[in-house]
């Protein structure tokens, strides 16, 4: 990863208008914020330009509203949480651009906060429209981007403005940019990733690119199934992707080729039924599984066994559980191998990057989240940082 210019690079910003993406694309219910994780995330930034003397406008997108005015897709919803958040007065605006902005900054004191309007309900947003990107800069002096899970669109507030603004990259984006880059960047080896979830398909770039990077690869969840097949184990009526047998065979033969070990679960918690606690719950070697059992989680010496691997890393990535963690008991082997790489961290002899919302829920059920070295909450975004595609919003900010 290049290097980036950050709020240590940007100077005196007294009296200057700073354009800061964030992300608040909130999750509410009954019109009030479920979870302000993503205002927490870019407050550091917020404060400290408006402590500077700067005058923010906070530019994000909320929803998908495909160009298009609507009412319950309003920045002016979250406005609330966002002050309860920061804990100053946040104006709000209904525009990005044009004379309305140009009022406000003309209003706006030093280290005053303002939000402008979802930038989603202008059609030149998605498409990068060089006019709407001019447009915005034009009532700006200086564009900060503290939005890495938005960082893989090349929208005019995510890539745009940074080529036509100083642009410099925001607390959250820093740190996000920083750990991503100890992570697989230029990691210290042995490099350990997990990789999880349901479908093999879904994950696919990942799990090629990931070969060629790490030292060990450990898959888990559904996605395992559809290797086990490939080797000769019969699943039973395990979620299982047949049909892509050849490509995981095709995925271990890379994996040999660069010196990966692919470590796949030896013995397994299956069941007849998916519930919770169920009657017909027993561990197996995987070659015993019934055809009318499905495996659900990893077995515990499989655990044991991945524990030891991460007590020889010296850097883990992690995206997605090892078994379907939502029902107990397939949590088990998910919760156990988090709570030994947080130990590990904690002790400091293992950097842990995670990511993907799966993988904060799984971190948080455990009791480990905080604990991890870095724990992204961008899903799209880190997923394409383990696929290795060059995030657009990243790369804008590049000196």
């Not at 559980?321 to 156990?336: H, N, Q, R, S, W």
């Amino acid at each position: 990863m290049s290097a980036f210019k950050t709020l240590d690079d940007i100077g005196d910003v007294r009296g200057k208008v700073v354009l800061v993406r964030v992300d608040l694309n909130l999750p509410m219910q009954d019109g009030a914020v479920t979870d302000d994780t993503r205002v927490q995330a870019a407050k550091p930034t917020i404060l400290e330009l408006a402590d500077k003397g700067a005058k923010v406008l906070l530019l994000a997108h909320f929803g998908r509203p495909k160009g298009e005015r609507v009412s319950t897709q309003s920045l002016s919803m979250v406005i609330g949480a966002v002050e309860q958040v920061l804990g100053r007065e946040v104006m709000f605006v209904s525009e990005i651009a044009g004379p309305v902005v140009k009022q406000v900054v003309g209003i706006l004191p030093e280290g005053g906060i303002a939000c402008l309007e979802n930038t989603r309900f202008w059609k030149g947003e998605e498409k990068n429209d060089p006019e709407l990107v001019k447009a915005i800069a034009a009532n700006a002096d200086i564009y900060v981007n503290d939005a890495f899970s938005a960082a893989h669109r090349a929208h005019a507030t995510t890539e745009g403005l940074a080529h036509v603004l100083p642009a410099y990259a925001g607390r959250s984006m820093q740190a996000e940019l920083e750990a991503l880059g100890k992570a697989l960047d230029h990691p210290e080896h042995p490099v350990s990733a997990v990789v999880g979830g349901a479908k093999v398909s879904s994950k696919l770039d990942v799990l090629k690119h990931l070969v060629g990077k790490v030292d060990h690869l450990i898959i888990g969840g559904g996605m395992a199934n559809t290797f086990l097949a490939a080797r000769g184990v019969d699943v039973g009526k395990s979620l299982c992707e047949h049909d892509l047998a050849p490509t995981a065979e095709a995925i271990l033969d890379a994996a040999d080729a660069s010196g990966c070990t692919v470590h796949l679960p030896y013995d397994v918690v299956v069941s007849k039924e998916f519930a919770a606690n169920p009657p017909s719950l027993r561990t197996c070697n995987v070659h015993e599984v019934a055809a009318d059992e499905m495996i659900l989680d990893v077995g515990p010496a499989a655990t044991e066994a991945l524990a030891d691997v991460l007590k020889v890393c010296k850097t883990l990535v992690w995206n997605g559980p090892l078994g379907a963690f939502e029902t107990t008991p397939f949590d088990t082997a998910t919760v156990a191998l988090a709570r030994t790489a947080a130990a590990l961290t904690r002790e400091g002899s293992l950097v842990s990057v995670a990511g993907g919302g799966d993988t904060v829920a799984a971190l948080s059920h455990a009791g480990v989240a905080g604990d991890f070295t870095y724990v992204s909450t961008a899903g799209g975004a880190f997923l394409e940082w383990m696929e290795g595609r060059v995030l657009p919003g990243v790369a804008a900010l590049e000196a």
